[in-house]
């Protein structure tokens, strides 16, 4: 599961730094890091993971090849083998069976993550955006919500809640409590990551469907 070389797990950790950038060129990066961390230790099933999300992230976001959703799927896979035990090896396999279209086997691996590690931000986030693509909305919010709970100062899945509610046909009452705190969530990013893409995608989206355009515009402009 873990490794006792020191220089892959420092490859790892610059991997994690760089995979959370979450540009084209950050998560190439981050394949490269993940990737030198298995050559040095090649039972290194973190690194492995963290392979397969870099995997699945470019194949969903950047280049939709076959080729890239084969890489996940091989490095999902391999993690798994390393460590069932381990919740991102079951959270990244489940994230790459996800872009594969599998719901069903991916909902058991992010349901195995979860047994693991009840609170592991990235399972309950990844099976939130499973749910979501699946259609089903309500476990999607849920699922959302409990990612953030995990994490308050993190901004992603409080920010595609909203999104989620909104689908649903939720009341007003939530939905501008989903937005108060989303705004504040990318808000609060942005001080800290003026130039996070993410955050300014999710910023403007967000202001804009709450009606606030000329706000949301803006932060497409500096986005662009």
């Given at each position: 599961v873990a490794t006792q070389e020191l220089e892959a797990y420092d490859y790892y950790l610059r991997g994690l730094q760089y995979f959370y950038t979450l540009t084209e060129s950050s998560v190439d990066i981050a394949r490269e890091m993940f990737q030198r961390a298995i050559d040095i230790d090649p039972l290194f099933a973190r690194a492995y993971a963290g392979?397969?999300?870099?995997?699945?992230?470019?194949?969903?976001?950047?280049?939709?090849?076959?080729?890239?959703?084969?890489?996940?799927?091989?490095?999902?896979?391999?993690?798994?083998?390393?460590?069932?035990?381990?919740?991102?090896?079951?959270?990244?396999?489940?994230?790459?069976?996800?872009?594969?279209?599998?719901?069903?086997?991916?909902?058991?691996?992010?349901?195995?993550?979860?047994?693991?590690?009840?609170?592991?931000?990235?399972?309950?986030?990844?099976?939130?955006?499973?749910?979501?693509?699946?259609?089903?909305?309500?476990?999607?919010?849920?699922?959302?919500?409990?990612?953030?709970?995990?994490?308050?100062?993190?901004?992603?899945?409080?920010?595609?809640?909203?999104?989620?509610?909104?689908?649903?046909?939720?009341?007003?009452?939530?939905?501008?409590?989903a937005t108060k705190l989303g705004v504040a969530a990318i808000q609060n990013r942005l001080e800290l990551n003026p130039d996070d893409q993410r955050a300014l995608n999710l910023g403007c989206s967000l202001l804009v469907s709450d009606g606030q355009v000329e706000r949301g515009l803006e932060m497409a402009r500096r986005l662009l």
């Open positions: 392979l397969a999300n870099a995997e699945s992230t470019t194949a969903q976001w950047f280049d939709h090849s076959t080729a890239r959703l084969e890489a996940a799927d091989r490095a999902s896979r391999r993690a798994l083998e390393l460590a069932p035990g381990l919740a991102e090896a079951r959270s990244a396999r489940g994230y790459a069976l996800t872009l594969s279209g599998d719901f069903a086997e991916a909902a058991r691996e992010f349901e195995s993550a979860l047994e693991i590690e009840p609170a592991n931000y990235e399972a309950l986030y990844l099976f939130a955006r499973s749910r979501f693509a699946e259609g089903k909305m309500a476990e999607a919010a849920a699922l959302f919500r409990a990612a953030h709970e995990t994490q308050p100062d993190e901004f992603q899945a409080i920010t595609l809640l909203e999104g989620t509610l909104r689908a649903m046909g939720a009341d007003q009452e939530q939905l501008v409590e």
